[in-house]
């Protein structure tokens, strides 16, 4: 059928010679425009119904030491397709994966080029729309090098932006809200806290970018399967509203070596007059190559707790010693002698293996076991750690017995210090070392500038990188979460061992910093999230710190970090306060031990960005269902319907929320636990204090609860 | 002893405060002067007898961002001592090695930057200098950036210098002879042949640096342990003679990252009235730390044939099909058409197998036996080649139970294109495949760009590669011949599994370019051949070529090419020419059957750089001498005595010579064998012919031979 139609358009294209194209959405809703301008530039436009989504904007790729594509094109043909299918991720947010779209592939030709072709092909889904560039072998065309893209779009007006500074190395800045013209990410939220930065300039922006405009359409630009080509930025012209692309440079000055055949990530674009539909979109997930591992038995989407946060609220540290200067290898660790802070220690790992092992969960993360923590970091040093030489108070061996013992897997520590030619070089060791001793995930991290010196943690070089570890780990059936890489692009389809990144400002900031504000989470999920599941580390509940003498404090109520768990979508959830404190609060800490990592189902209930998100999940193959509610700085009531419940059957509802004084900054460690009989009649309205938020899970009713527990009144 | 010297020589330091010092050789011949100039800038001073050698040069470090060590230095102390003692390497050119010198190491102190010091160590041996910078451990110092080394070199007049341009990328040129003011690296010969090239400037050479002086005075510039450290090139001040360091940078421009306590590569000088003391000294290998491997036994100095030459001379190709785009994995290798011109199948290998094994070669090097070859060089492309996938006419399996079967190693070859970021990426598979297929050797290569992109050939980068590479060889039991990497400093005593180097201007050239002229073999062993052994790739028997249509020919007569196995030190000799080729001259071949490749001695008995070289050796405990001599375009006469051989004992000479009408170009591949007895009273005179050399091999007379054979008399 599909080749059929295919050739008949071929035949139809052929018969007329077409200057322009216009394809719709299946659902009618979505229209694309292509079409070249006079000077014989490849131009789309973008539609929502009545609305522009963007404007005629050019496409185009200038070559280094080679004619350009970008003008003198004539359309040799084009080809349109429809797809409806679906698949099944191994996990995911939803059972099974809708890939409904009509495809235009638009071949041009440079007639003054010996008729040079570039394929550029479109897919236009209900909810976005994809395209890349197609690089086709061809006669004295081989060997390539991008020296810049020139993709377009343009957007209709001076929209409202969620943005963080365009920057090659690091994308964990707090979102700063404001029109396009309006943008300066010098003077981007948290700019100065960054070390190891590389700001492109005062209007350059990160993707996932979000956009809502003044008619509340929604839009998100972002990129799909970025393989072998570097991170897209986005640079923002104040005066039109254009935005254009901007590859990340490598220690040369190019942008991308490649050789054809070849095709370029997708260019995607989300829009919808829902905010919602931002957050379900699957178009990324779709436009990303199928798994390519056979065997997926050994990945699990898990929970963990870990050796972490002591260090970032400084009562432990990842050093094992009081000395400022360590040569790998030079140093004979039994003679030196100990602080007496060090954090991960065989005893203090021992306890978390006990504390993870009763209350249900998977892994002990153990940060610092290795040798070089010492001066790891701001020294652009090549050699600083060798994954495989524990700290003399870290019995590896003891450790792993004890581990399986428990039931429990301790997850490995891979800091790379931004040495990343030290991290490949003693890769196939640490893999084998990981393999010995039984670790089969590991938490992997980025942390300063890369070597080989010159290259930028988005560049071409380390997204390779990024894809290369994880294959390896996928051959050798080792799970992936990795800290300060480029930002995701859906690529957890391909390699679902990839299981989760950090790539954005994780809760970590607010430990020592000026910390993440209340609406950074119901940002979060409308940008890096779009891109893949994030490693957010919630579960904070001591709020309240002190740190190095300064008073510093988690940005929500105890509740909305509990919340987090359904809003901040991620297979690898850990919960990350110190163990103490979860056994002094063991009635909330109920909640991360029953909430899933695995679903069949989401729906998004609630959700603006900036503003407030509610989300309900079903738990994988279960009749579980789990809620998350937040807001921003902003209290406000949340209300919703549980009509998603199956008909005719009584849940139990425990509703995690905040107290009535509770208030992120003046009261955030108060909360309210309570149970309620519900059915799918049933509407919920929840009291969320300012930065805070609700968490509840829905478990059916046992004979005994439909006996003791109360129906849900609303008020109560 | 030397404790109690130290002290001593530490207290009267602190008596009397010193602002020079002259240091003496054992042998009180050469003459180290150290002192401080007006500005507290250190200097030295090297004599030979009344002959100054290097008049009053400056020493200094520039760093990043930091206050320089090179001005304001006060003398906080001195120490000398004197070290007298004999090592045996694991092979070599002498079974024993006289590590005897003066030493004199000065801690110098910067009273402006609260008392920051820096020391100079200085060893004076009888013929040489060794000097280097050692970066102290001390406060608020220790990560630190060389942005410049200002060692200088200021020699006395005009001398005559053999040099090759500077260059960051290669050093496959052939040599210039001039005056140091009419140095021109531009316009140096076989410039415009190298492909990748980094040429530095016009007034810019490489080490190791031959010069002579107009009173007859040989002097050798180099380094000795190239490590953690760029590789040093020399920038000529033509007006007033002066040499100083010029460092290769990093891809961001910086030369070099350390951490303290730390030490730069040693500065060598070596000096002698006497040509042929350059050629025996030890000086860069008495620099070099002892060796690192435990257990030796497996590394073994051997000959080796193979697949090669042919590709050179384009008999074969490396390539196995005629396509121009190849990326790996992509292809089906077996419904490939070849071009029917690949030089590594299973059969040629086989042949080559029989050959070796008849005639008591220990290796076979095979080129082009795994994918990629198509389209490898030039493309700057990071993925060529994996190193573990054959083509499908090379049948590693049944090859390997073949070579077993007839006693002879296969030799592995990894050409790594430059991609050096992929090299490492495939390392630790590419050895894994090794020790499972019983290879034991491999021959690198670093044709063309170095990737990580910025990077080059003799950068930090690189050279903490190339002894990653040596090293982790050596915990596999691999042996190592690198070919297009830095030029060696005798790292080869610290790992004796790297056997040799390339990193000159090799045979090759000879096959399709200008070639080597006739003098070069008669300059390398003053140049390239003082940091290590060299992969020279000599015994080419076919000496008139035609290669691609073009007539091409070797540029020196088939007895030299003989010779050349004795003048060319290297533990690893190659065969190079085709077996046929050797078939064809079976009585010649003998020579290469016979000649060693370890030795217990060595007599340098003619010397003159650019001009000749005879050298006598004899071979690892035996009672057998083979020497070499080799003219440059000049015919001539070489006369000297055998009285390095025992007492009242008398010996068969075989002495391949040139045939009294040879000629390098006119009739290079005439020659003549004869066999005589001689003695230790024996004077042997040879007609060498232009461009000619001579071959001879000195066994112990058999009572048949004492019959049969006559006595050598001059003139026959």
């Known amino acids: 059928m599909l080749n059929l139609h295919l050739n008949q358009t071929l035949l139809f294209c052929f018969q007329n010679l077409v200057f322009g194209q216009k394809i719709e959405s299946p659902n009618k809703k979505l229209s694309l425009t292509f079409a070249m301008n006079a000077d014989g530039e490849p131009t789309y436009r973008l539609n929502l119904g009545e609305k522009t989504v963007i404007r005629e904007s050019r496409l185009g790729i200038e070559l280094k030491d080679k004619p350009a594509f970008t003008k003198g094109f004539s359309i040799f043909k084009t080809d349109t397709i429809t797809v409806n299918q679906t698949w099944k991720p191994i996990w995911g947010e939803v059972k099974e994966?809708?890939?409904?779209?009509?495809?235009?592939?638009?071949?041009?030709?440079?007639?003054s080029l010996s008729d040079r072709k570039l394929l550029i092909r479109f897919r236009l889904f209900d909810d976005g729309l994809g395209f890349r560039y197609e690089f086709l072998e061809q006669k004295d065309f081989q060997y390539f090098i991008i020296s810049d893209e020139k993709t377009e779009f343009n957007l209709t007006a001076d929209h409202k932006t969620f943005w963080i500074p365009g920057d090659y190395d690091t994308n964990e800045y707090a979102y700063s809200t404001s029109k396009l013209s309006e943008i300066d990410a010098l003077k981007g939220k948290s700019v100065q806290e960054i070390g190891t930065k590389s700001v492109i300039g005062a209007n350059f922006v990160q993707t996932p970018l979000m956009l809502k405009t003044d008619e509340n359409l929604y839009i998100n630009i972002h990129e799909a399967a970025l393989v072998n080509y570097p991170a897209m930025h986005l640079k923002v012209n104040q005066q039109n509203f254009s935005l254009s692309s901007q590859l990340t440079p490598d220690a040369v000055g190019n942008k991308a070596f490649l050789q054809a055949p070849c095709k370029s990530p997708w260019r995607t674009i989300l829009a919808s007059n829902k905010a919602a539909d931002i957050l379900t979109s699957k178009v990324i997930l779709n436009l990303n190559e199928p798994s390519k591992i056979k065997?997926?038995?050994?990945?699990?989407?898990?929970?963990?707790?870990?050796?972490?946060?002591?260090?970032?609220?400084?009562?432990?540290?990842?050093?094992?010693?009081?000395?400022?200067?360590?040569?790998?290898?030079?140093?004979?660790?039994?003679?030196?002698?100990?602080?007496?802070?060090?954090?991960?220690?065989?005893?203090?790992?021992?306890?978390?293996?006990?504390?993870?092992?009763?209350?249900?969960?998977?892994?002990?993360?153990?940060?610092?076991?290795?040798?070089?923590?010492?001066?790891?970091?701001?020294?652009?040093?090549?050699?600083?750690?060798?994954?495989?030489?524990?700290?003399?108070?870290?019995?590896?061996?003891?450790?792993?017995?004890?581990?399986?013992?428990k039931n429990v897997k301790i997850v490995m520590h891979h800091e790379t210090s931004g040495s990343v030619t030290n991290?490949?070089?003693?890769?196939?060791?640490?893999?084998?070392?990981?393999?010995?001793?039984?670790?089969?995930?590991?938490?992997?991290?980025?942390?300063?500038?890369?070597?080989?010196?010159?290259?930028?943690?988005?560049?071409?070089?380390?997204?390779?990188?990024?894809?290369?570890?994880?294959?390896?780990?996928?051959?050798?059936?080792?799970?992936?979460?990795?800290?300060?890489?480029?930002?995701?692009?859906?690529?957890?389809?391909?390699?679902?061992?990839?299981?989760?990144?950090?790539?954005?400002?994780?809760?970590?900031?607010?430990?020592?910093?000026?910390?993440?504000?209340?609406?950074?989470?119901?940002?979060?999920?409308?940008?890096?999230?779009?891109?893949?599941?994030m490693d957010y580390t919630p579960g904070i509940f001591q709020i309240k710190l002190d740190v190095y003498g300064k008073k510093e404090q988690v940005h929500t109520t105890l509740a909305k970090q509990l919340a987090l768990y359904v809003t901040m979508y991620s297979p690898l959830q850990m919960a990350a306060d110190l163990f103490e404190n979860y056994e002094k609060k063991l009635d909330a800490f109920q909640f991360i031990k029953d909430v899933a990592v695995d679903w069949d189902d989401t729906k998004i209930l609630e959700a603006e960005p900036g503003d407030y998100i509610t989300i309900a999940r079903q738990a994988k193959s279960k009749d579980e269902w789990y809620i998350g509610a937040i807001t921003d700085e902003n209290a406000r009531i949340s209300e919703f319907s549980l009509n998603f419940l199956k008909e005719n059957a009584k849940y139990v509802a425990t509703i995690y929320a905040d107290a009535p004084d509770s208030h992120w900054e003046k009261n955030p460690m108060t909360y309210q636990i309570q149970s309620f009989l519900v059915d799918n009649k049933t509407a919920l309205k929840l009291n969320l204090a300012s930065s805070g938020g609700a968490a509840i899970s829905i478990k059916p009713a046992t004979a005994d609860q439909l006996k003791t527990l109360k129906a849900y009144k609303k008020g109560k």
Request: charged share 25%; hydrophobic share 35%; proline share 5%.
């Open 97 to 111: 994966i809708r890939n409904n779209y009509k495809e235009l592939a638009v071949t041009l030709q440079q007639n």
């Open 295 to 405: 065997d997926e038995s050994w990945i699990k989407p898990q929970k963990m707790v870990g050796i972490w946060w002591d260090m970032h609220v400084n009562t432990a540290t990842w050093n094992y010693a009081d000395i400022n200067n360590v040569q790998l290898g030079s140093i004979d660790w039994k003679a030196v002698k100990p602080s007496g802070k060090h954090g991960a220690t065989t005893e203090r790992t021992m306890k978390y293996i006990d504390f993870a092992s009763k209350h249900g969960i998977d892994g002990v993360l153990v940060e610092g076991w290795n040798v070089g923590w010492e001066d790891w970091a701001g020294n652009w040093k090549e050699e600083v750690f060798d994954f495989v030489t524990p700290y003399p108070d870290f019995d590896v061996e003891k450790l792993q017995k004890y581990a399986a013992s």
């Open 423 to 533: 991290y490949e070089r003693r890769m196939d060791e640490a893999f084998r070392f990981m393999k010995k001793y039984g670790y089969d995930a590991v938490k992997t991290g980025y942390v300063g500038r890369i070597i080989p010196r010159g290259e930028f943690h988005d560049g071409q070089w380390m997204v390779n990188h990024y894809v290369h570890v994880a294959n390896k780990m996928a051959q050798n059936q080792i799970m992936l979460d990795a800290h300060e890489p480029v930002r995701p692009t859906g690529l957890h389809r391909t390699y679902p061992n990839w299981l989760a990144c950090e790539a954005a400002r994780g809760n970590e900031f607010n430990a020592w910093s000026s910390g993440n504000p209340p609406e950074h989470e119901t940002i979060l999920p409308f940008t890096r999230l779009v891109g893949g599941p």
